[in-house]
Nanobody, 123 residues
């Protein structure tokens, strides 16, 4: 199983970026998916997550500015970011809960991470 993230880059404050992440490999089903970020010298923190059924949750500082979405048929999760601020500068990682061999409510998924993509917001 691999998660491939893309879409990072350099943008001015107030600008927009969209991050994309695609899961591939031996996957029976995908549970929750999410985006995390890690600024230099800090811990990795959850930015947004979305359930299998499409219910999103957001960290307080990005509410109203970021939107997470997923396409279950394409096995993708996107993070649409607008009104970016210098404080959003970080390496962004996608994560997915993977059920490789089957799905039942009692099964525990395996967490997989993407490789990280740098987002830099200049002031």
């Amino acid at each position: 199983v691999q998660l491939q993230a893309s879409g990072g880059g350099l943008v001015q404050a107030g600008g927009s970026l969209t991050l994309s992440c695609t899961a591939s490999g031996s996957i029976f089903s995908i549970g929750a998916m999410g985006w995390y970020r890690q600024a230099s010298g800090t811990e990795r923190k959850l930015v947004a997550s979305i359930t299998r059924d499409g219910n999103p949750e957001y960290e307080d500082s990005v509410k109203g500015r970021f939107t997470i979405s997923r396409d279950n048929s394409e096995r993708t999760v996107d993070l649409h970011m607008k009104s970016l601020e210098p404080e959003d500068t970080a390496v962004y990682y996608c994560k997915a809960e993977i059920y490789p061999n089957g799905y039942r409510p009692s099964y525990s998924p395996v967490d997989y991470w993407g490789q990280g993509t740098q987002v830099t917001v200049s002031s």
